[in-house]
């Protein structure tokens, strides 16, 4: 593929991602839109295009995404874990209801 292209992509996805982060209500899509789907896709599919582009012989980028990918499931379990919790004590998982400094 063309380098533009999947940059143009990886911009596309990454958009998606904040746009999503920004309208959702809800902290398990605002999770999702962060760690999980869009936002660390769209870094990782910059980093294998790149390292592949300027360094073909090498898989430094290759082997960072799949760094950052250990990372995000990392931070999603704990990330869950929280919501989970939240969820527990206050009956809701929407951000703008979780006023954990008010008690």
Excluded: P
């Excluded at 999770?31 to 936002?39: G, K, S, V």
């Excluded at 999603?76 to 008690?103: C, D, F, M, P, V």
């Amino acid at each position: 593929m063309i380098l533009e292209h999947v940059l143009v992509l990886s911009a596309y996805l990454f958009s998606i991602g904040i746009y999503g982060l920004i309208t959702s209500r809800n902290m398990v899509r605002a999770l999702m839109c962060l760690e999980l789907e869009l936002i660390l896709n769209a870094v990782n599919i910059n980093f294998v295009t790149l390292s592949d582009f300027f360094y073909s012989q090498q898989l430094k980028g290759d082997i960072f995404s799949i760094f950052v990918i250990a990372i995000a499931a990392t931070e999603a379990t704990i990330g869950l874990a929280i919501i989970s919790s939240i969820y527990h004590n206050r009956k809701s998982t929407r951000i703008n209801q979780s006023n954990l400094l008010n008690e």
